[in-house]
């Protein structure tokens, strides 16, 4: 999709963002596969970090850009490392062990319910009553999770919905770090790599001191493909993701997260075999409505 020539049209655009929003609905089911062998969280982010580091190092040498090293850059890496993968993967991959994959791709589509009260807090977003609501659908939508005795296999996964709702809000504070700073030069492909060569450097010592190193096995097996597909399809799809920002616009390419969320409960219930009660259906409704209200709509209004 990166190297397409020409210029799509329109509806060209909408299969590239559906396919997006598709193919990143997989990697949650793909994520539960990965931890169903019991391998340890950082055991298997240090791997997803390995896989993520070569796709990305290959784009980059292929587009023939360099990693940049200066102190801006080095900053946005250590944070974004932390903020988008170590901190949010971990919980990640706590909670979805535990949890369906498809009530994860549910709780994944609060992040932008999240990003908005942060960032109008800190003053870099107005108040808006249209987006409040959206805020109110959404947040409604874990509650139909979390509250009806009916809404999931086993009330003893209640426990660890606000373990699975930490990733989002790193996802957003990472959002919000980004939309305030800026990538300090870098174009995306860069700020991706340099972020998970950082993630890796950090991810390694913490993995080895507690003990949550696994050795790849050779051939790798149905978890372990599942992790490095899942891996691959991240980096290639967040490329993707920028090609089209850049030429479609960011507010379009948002729009991929409907996608995600409705094609994550779809693989879930192909994949995983997964069913849902009526009021996980109602609780994506809410909060696909919900995002329908807080995304910003085109020329920025809200």
């Known amino acids: 999709m990166m190297l397409s020539v020409g210029q799509p049209s329109r509806t060209g655009y909408a299969a590239i963002l559906a396919l997006i929003g598709i193919g990143w609905g997989s990697t949650q089911p793909l994520g539960k596969i990965a931890a169903s062998t019991g391998h340890a969280p950082f055991g298997l982010i240090f791997w997803q970090l390995v ?6 190092g290959v784009l980059t ?151 949550h190193w696994f050795p790849m096995p050779m051939p790798p097996g149905r978890a372990e493909w599942a992790l490095i597909g899942s891996s691959a399809l991240h980096a290639l799809l967040y490329a993707s993701f920028v090609w089209l920002a850049a030429r479609a616009g960011s507010v379009f390419a948002s729009q991929s997260a409907y996608f995600t969320t409705a094609s994550g409960i779809v693989w879930a219930m192909v994949l995983l075999g997964e069913s849902f009660s009526p009021w996980v259906w109602a609780a994506a409704g809410l909060m696909l409505g919900g995002l329908m209200l807080v995304n910003p709509r085109e020329r920025g209004s809200a």
């Open 51 to 56: 896989v993520c580091v070569a796709v990305l």
């Open 61 to 211: 040498v292929l587009r023939g850009k360099r990693l940049p090293m200066t102190r801006r850059a080095l900053e946005f890496y250590v944070v974004v490392a932390f903020l988008g993968t170590l901190i949010p993967n971990y919980t990640f991959y706590l909670s979805v062990a535990r949890l369906p994959a498809g009530i994860m791709s549910i709780i994944i589509a609060t992040i932008p319910l999240i990003a908005f009260p942060i960032a109008l807090a800190l003053g870099m977003d107005r108040f808006s009553m249209r987006r409040i609501v959206g805020i109110v659908l959404g947040l409604s939508g874990v509650l139909l999770i979390a509250l009806p005795q009916a809404s999931l296999p086993e009330r003893a996964m209640v426990a660890f919905l606000p373990v699975a709702m930490i990733g989002p809000l790193f996802y957003a504070l990472e959002n919000t770090y980004v939309a305030a700073r800026g990538t300090g030069g870098l174009d995306a492909i860069q700020a991706m790599f340099g972020a998970s060569l950082a993630g890796l450097v950090f991810c390694g010592p913490i993995m080895l001191a507690l003990g």
